[in-house]
């Protein structure tokens, strides 16, 4: 089992910025990969970012490409996502997830095994 606690989220006016924090604690974390997914009102759940502990491959998704980044902090058990420039089309839940090996593919919900309860980020205009 892995347990994923999302923190961060909350109001901020556009083109401002937010750092999103999830601490992981259970099984090994360090052979997990994580993630962060948003789902907006209305709208599926959508791959944000990914990262292995080792921070050595990250994906984003296009569409958010050159605003964020994801990073890890092995010690904390602890994976970052900071968003920077945002729009009020960034307004979502924000999820954290953790895929066990073999990891599926980076983009897809049903490779991840374990979410968060998932963090509000809303952008005002």
């Known amino acids: 089992q892995v347990q994923l606690v999302e923190s961060g989220g909350g109001l901020v006016q556009a083109g401002g910025s937010l750092r999103l924090s999830c601490a992981a604690s259970g099984r090994t974390v360090s052979s997990v990969a994580m993630a962060w997914f948003r789902q907006a009102p209305g709208k599926e759940r959508e791959f944000v970012a990914r990262i292995r502990w080792s921070g050595e491959r990250t994906y984003y998704a296009d569409s958010m490409k050159g605003r964020l980044t994801i990073s890890s902090d092995n010690a904390k058990n602890t994976v970052y996502l900071q968003m920077n420039n945002l729009t009020p089309e960034d307004t979502a839940a924000y999820y954290c997830?953790?895929?066990?090996?073999?990891?599926?593919?980076?983009?897809?919900?049903?490779?991840?095994?374990?979410w968060g309860q998932g963090t509000q980020v809303t952008v005002s205009s």
């Open positions: 997830a953790a895929a066990i090996p073999p990891y599926g593919l980076a983009y897809s919900i049903r490779s991840y095994d374990y």
